[in-house]
């Protein structure tokens, strides 16, 4: 049953093929069991490739069927088609086609199964490259927020400034007039005397000033230090909007991408492996001698061909036939007094019908 199932993979005439000798039938149940298993991986390439993309084991494998029995087609059609031929020149030329289509096959089979093969190297490379995507998000969106924040902190200081310059003032007055008190500046005489009170005057003064200055200034800079932290905080919610489309950055194509990324050898070695198995009918059947099988195909196509031309022949040999007896007919029949004189007679009676209908025509437009 095994084998039946296997001859039937390998796309072979089930009729023929009973009918030759036991080893030919197990050279063409193997080549039919190597079209089987490709699409077998295949299918579970595609449904692991699928996976990634949709997160949903059953419409993964749904597709990943249909993608290996579509596979199963073409590699029955490609070992099926291939005809052996005297010339192994005439046989070269027709397996380049389909060497190629098998290339292409096995380079769709092969990636997907790489890509789970090297997993763990691929999620290392994801991770550094959703790293340095952070790093790279967070200072695209800092540019946005520092310039305004900037400024902020530029007039902060600059008001922050003013109180000090105030503050510096208001001191320097403040050991002016301790100075005249003491006798050791201005008029040089102990006590407090009249220019003493005139300084005392003018720091009080500056130290109102000082003090209202603190508490516009300080109104103002707690505006500014609210609307820092709300920059501060729109910023930290841009990057943690942002942050998961970074997270969620390992679909098939990034994987891919991170694939190549890596030593090359292992992953052409994988290749070459799955470039064998699917070659490998191919080139069984290219190396291969006539056999059994093939003596007895060439047979049945000779039979055929031959049929169809001895009906093809004799549908031309009938028309001919037909044409040169029509022919003569004609050709007798031309010469013939009877037939002659019927049809002047039916061509003078179609003249009268034509000439009464023309005349009862003008006597109604009259």
């Known amino acids: 049953m095994i084998k039946d199932f296997f001859l039937l993979c390998s796309g072979v005439d089930q009729d023929l093929i009973k009918n030759c000798s036991n080893g030919e039938q197990n050279k063409?149940?193997?080549?039919?069991?190597?079209?089987?298993?490709?699409?077998?991986?295949?299918?579970?390439a595609c449904s692991y490739a699928l996976y990634t993309v949709f997160d949903n084991i059953y419409t993964a494998i749904f597709f990943g069927i249909l993608w290996g029995l579509l596979i199963f087609n073409l590699d029955r059609f490609i070992v099926s088609t291939i005809k052996k031929r005297?010339?192994?020149?005439?046989?070269?030329?027709?397996?380049?086609?389909?060497?190629?289509?098998?290339?292409?096959?096995?380079?769709?089979?092969?990636k997907p199964l790489e890509l789970k093969i090297f997993e763990k190297e691929i999620n290392q490379v994801l991770l550094t490259e959703k790293n340095q995507?952070?790093?790279?998000?967070?200072?695209?969106?800092?540019?946005?927020?520092t310039p305004e924040i900037t400024a902020l902190n530029t007039e902060i200081s600059s008001l922050k400034n003013e109180i000090d310059?105030?503050?510096?003032?208001?001191?320097?007055?403040?050991?002016?007039?301790?100075a005249e008190a003491e006798g050791r500046k201005g008029t040089k005489l102990i006590g407090k005397g009249p220019v003493y009170k005139e300084k005392r005057d003018k720091h009080d003064a500056a130290l109102k000033?000082?003090?209202?200055?603190?508490?516009?200034?300080g109104a103002k800079i707690k505006v500014k230090e609210e609307a820092i932290a709300n920059l501060i905080q729109q910023q930290k919610d841009s990057e943690s909007k942002t942050q998961p489309i970074i997270s969620n950055f390992d679909g098939l194509m990034a994987?891919?991408?991170?694939?190549?990324?890596?030593?090359?050898?292992?992953?052409?070695?994988?290749?070459?492996?799955?470039l064998a198995i699917e070659t490998a009918p191919i080139?069984?059947?290219l190396i291969s001698s006539k056999s059994e099988y093939d003596f007895k195909f060439e047979n049945q196509e000779s039979l055929a061909k031959t049929w169809i031309q001895q009906q093809v022949h004799q549908r031309e040999a009938l028309l001919q036939t037909d044409?040169?007896?029509?022919n003569k007919i004609y050709s007798d029949l031309k010469t013939e007094e009877e037939i002659y004189n019927y049809k002047q007679k039916m061509a003078r009676n179609l003249m009268k019908l034509q000439a009464d209908s023309f005349y009862k025509n003008q006597q109604k437009i009259l």
């Not at 005297?86 to 092969?110: F, G, N």
């Not at 044409?323 to 029509?326: E, M």
């Open 28 to 44: 063409y149940a193997g080549i039919g069991a190597t079209v089987f298993f490709t699409a077998l991986m295949a299918a579970i």
């Open 86 to 110: 005297d010339k192994k020149r005439q046989e070269i030329v027709q397996v380049i086609p389909r060497l190629l289509l098998a290339m292409i096959i096995a380079v769709v089979i092969s």
């Open 133 to 145: 995507m952070t790093l790279d998000n967070k200072a695209q969106i800092a540019q946005q927020f």
């Open 165 to 178: 310059t105030k503050e510096t003032e208001v001191n320097t007055l403040y050991e002016t007039y301790i």
């Open 209 to 217: 000033e000082l003090a209202q200055l603190k508490t516009d200034n």
């Open 255 to 274: 994987r891919v991408n991170a694939l190549n990324k890596l030593p090359w050898l292992p992953s052409f070695f994988i290749f070459l492996l799955f």
């Open 283 to 285: 080139f069984a059947k």
């Open 323 to 326: 044409i040169d007896l029509n």
